[in-house]
C-alpha cells in the first residue's frame, strides 16, 4: 500500500527550540509539499520540492526552511519555534506532471 | 476573495439524508480534488475529476467545467460520514499546485 509517513502524530515543543518534521514517501513521486493547516483558514502551502535539493517557497515560508537531500524525504525545519507555529502540519506527494496527490496523516504540533 | 469556494461552511444532518456540498472555483484548473478529514485525522483523497462524474459507494462526485463548479453528494449518510469535507484545485496555470477551499464540516446525527 503506497502512504506518506510523517515521523510524529504529535509533538510539542519549547519556544526557540529548533523542530524538524520528517516526511518520507514510497511511491517514487517527484513532487514533495509542506502546508500547515489553521481553523478559519484552512491548508496553506509553506514549501515544495520538485526534485531532489530543489525547494520553492510557497504562500507562507516565513520561520520555516526545508531540505530534501533525497527522492524520498522531505523535512521540514523550524529554525525557532515561536507559538504562532502551533498547528497541523501536512506533507503531500505526487507523481510530476499528474494531479494525484498523497497526503500523510498529520502532525500536531504544540509549541509552548 | 478566495479562488475556492465552498458551502454550507457547516452542514447537520440525519442519518439517511441525501448531502450536497459544494465548491465553485474561480482559476482555470486541471483537475479537482474531493478530500475528506476525519477529526484530528490525516487527508484522504476521495475523488480527482478533470470532467463528468465519478462514483465511489454511496459517494458521488460531479464538475461542470464551463460553470467553475463541482458538487460532492453523500447518499444513505451515515455517522461515520462526519468529517471534513475539502475541496482543492490543481491550478491550471502554476506548476500543477493545489489550491483549497476551507472546507464543509459535516455532522451526521444517529
Known amino acids: 500500500d503506497v502512504k506518506v509517513t510523517q515521523s510524529s502524530r504529535y509533538l510539542v515543543k519549547r519556544t526557540g527550540e529548533k523542530v524538524f518534521l520528517e516526511c518520507v514517501q514510497d511511491?517514487?513521486?517527484?513532487?514533495m509539499f509542506w502546508y500547515r493547516q489553521d481553523p478559519g483558514l484552512g491548508l496553506r502551502l509553506i514549501y515544495f520540492s520538485y526534485d531532489v535539493k530543489m525547494k520553492e517557497k510557497g504562500d507562507i515560508p516565513e520561520g520555516y526552511s526545508v531540505s530534501r537531500e533525497k527522492k524520498e524525504r522531505f523535512s521540514l525545519i523550524l529554525e525557532s519555534a515561536s507559538t504562532n507555529q502551533t498547528s497541523m502540519y501536512l506533507c503531500?506527494?505526487?507523481?510530476?506532471?499528474?494531479?494525484?496527490?498523497?497526503f500523510g496523516s498529520g502532525t500536531r504540533l504544540t509549541v509552548v | 476573495k478566495n479562488e475556492v469556494e465552498q458551502s454550507p461552511q457547516n452542514l447537520t444532518a440525519q442519518e439517511g439524508e441525501f448531502i450536497t456540498i459544494n465548491c465553485s472555483y474561480s482559476?482555470?484548473?486541471?483537475?479537482l480534488h474531493w478530500l475528506q478529514q476525519h477529526p484530528g485525522g490525516g487527508i484522504v483523497s476521495l475523488f480527482m475529476l478533470s470532467s463528468g462524474k465519478k462514483k465511489h459507494g454511496r459517494l458521488i462526485a460531479t464538475i461542470n467545467i464551463q460553470e467553475k463548479h463541482s458538487s460532492l453528494h453523500i447518499t444513505a449518510s451515515h455517522p461515520r460520514d462526519s468529517a471534513v469535507y475539502i475541496c482543492?484545485?490543481?491550478?491550471?496555470?502554476?506548476?500543477?499546485?493545489?489550491?483549497f477551499g476551507k472546507g464543509t464540516k459535516l455532522s451526521v446525527k444517529p
Open positions: 482559476v482555470g484548473i486541471s483537475a
Open positions: 511511491m517514487d513521486h517527484e513532487n
Open positions: 503531500a506527494s505526487s507523481l510530476w506532471k499528474s494531479y494525484g496527490y498523497t
Open positions: 482543492a484545485v490543481v491550478d491550471g496555470g502554476s506548476q500543477g499546485n493545489l489550491i
